[in-house]
């Protein structure tokens, strides 16, 4: 695979990030996510690689990481949970590319005297690589935890530490059993941590793709918040277009049960109708001009039935029953005109109903018009071509992930 240019990944997510305007709500309102994606964008220009080690209590997460740096840095006691903060420390790895390469211990995943679990969480989702360390067979928490990993989009490498009294037909076992209870899909590497064997193998992977698990991690920070903004973002445009949708139905349901002529009334409907396309897109900001907002008028009338028949042919017809009931009034002493309201009423209830069906599906299609408009850090992703199945299978299944739990079509009004 070619390697990916982090210098330019670098100023396009510096761009990006740039161009998104937040209000001072949204910086408030996402402010850890915030700090979290400039923290990585930090990383990125300073080719700052980081491995997190996550776990339960009492794996060996501390001593994993010792292993790797030769040096006792990180506490480790016969005490399961000596762990009880992040701790970080650099990996003096030389490297072409990457400047320095940061390992983060962690508490365990199960240890209850942890005072900020999420907060724990947050720190290791955030790592370019997971050591997920385990010593034997895989229990139903370290599955859960695996799984969750897995759907926040993470590089996971599984170590099996402690195993130094084992067997190796009892090895084998575990390792399938593991293996086992892990997704066919994605081939996740069960690594031994045995003499130099795991040093072995975490730097060739540092050395020959480093720089581009820095990048992904980079664009995948940026896609979540990117995404967290945009539910944000499109639930307040809900209420305001709902709001809108309302406005409009109210107004055009009494130009049209008020109003006798029939070509007033229809070119009137028109108008609202147009008017009120024009409004949905500044909400969703994409600013149409009329001719715009009448094609989008046109097209949504044309691909449904029920607003075409609504907007000429009923209409079109109760005009004309309401135009004769005025004619005849004078030559029935008014008794023609009984039905007169109830005729307008029902004009009216039609106008509400057809507004509120074109309202919605006008903001579906500016909504869908304004997509093409920015460029998100997910399509980034896309146009990466990976020849490494084993090492970045992990992205197909943050892709997937994402485009089924990210349908923002049910935050339209």
Request: one cysteine or more; glycine letters at 4%; a positive charge.
């Amino acid at each position: 695979m070619k390697q990916l240019n982090i210098n330019k990944n670098y100023l396009f997510l510096k761009n990006w990030w740039e161009t998104i305007d937040l209000t001072n709500h949204e910086k408030s309102f996402f402010n850890r996510e915030i700090i979290c994606f400039n923290q990585q964008l930090f990383r990125l220009k300073e080719k700052k690689l980081r491995i997190g080690a996550y776990g339960k209590s009492g794996v060996g997460k501390s001593s994993v990481l010792n292993s790797l740096l030769k040096k006792d840095k990180f506490e480790t006691n016969i005490i399961n949970g000596s762990t009880q903060e992040i701790q970080l420390e650099e990996w003096s790895l030389k490297n072409q590319i990457l400047k320095s390469v940061d390992l983060l211990d962690s508490p365990g995943f199960d240890f209850c005297n942890i005072k900020y679990p999420d907060k724990l969480y947050s720190r290791i989702i955030h790592s370019d690589l997971i050591l997920f360390i385990v010593a034997g067979d895989m229990n139903r928490n370290e599955v859960n935890a695996i799984s969750s990993l897995i759907k926040d989009g993470k590089k996971i490498l599984v170590i099996l530490n402690k195993i130094d009294l084992l067997k190796e037909n009892e090895v084998k076992e575990i390792i399938e059993n593991i293996k086992f209870k892990l997704p066919k899909d994605l081939n996740i590497p069960i690594i031994i941590n045995h003499e130099k064997n795991l040093k072995n193998y975490i730097t060739k992977i540092i050395h020959q793709h480093g720089e581009t698990l820095l990048v992904l991690n980079s664009l995948q920070l940026a896609d979540k918040l990117f995404l967290k903004i945009k539910e944000h973002r499109l639930k307040k445009r809900q209420k305001l277009a709902q709001s809108t949708i309302g406005k409009f139905s109210t107004i055009k349901a009494s130009a049209v049960a008020l109003n006798p002529f029939i070509l007033f009334d229809v070119a009137g409907s028109f108008a609202i109708d147009a008017a009120l396309i024009k409004e949905l897109s500044k909400i969703y900001g994409l600013n149409l001009k009329g001719e715009s907002s009448r094609r989008i008028f046109k097209n949504i009338s044309f691909n449904n039935l029920f607003l075409g028949v609504t907007q000429i042919g009923i209409n079109t017809s109760f005009n004309l029953i309401r135009k004769v009931i005025l004619l005849t009034a004078p030559f029935t002493n008014g008794l023609s005109l009984l039905p007169y309201g109830p005729i307008s009423i029902i004009q009216a209830a039609i106008a509400i109903h057809s507004t509120k069906i074109l309202g919605k599906l006008a903001a579906k299609e500016i909504y869908i018009r304004g997509k093409v408009t920015y460029i998100e850090p997910s399509m980034m992703i896309q146009n990466i071509t990976f020849k490494e199945p084993e090492i970045f299978n992990h992205i197909n299944k943050y892709l997937s992930t994402r485009n089924l739990n990210n349908n923002f079509l049910s935050y339209l009004p």
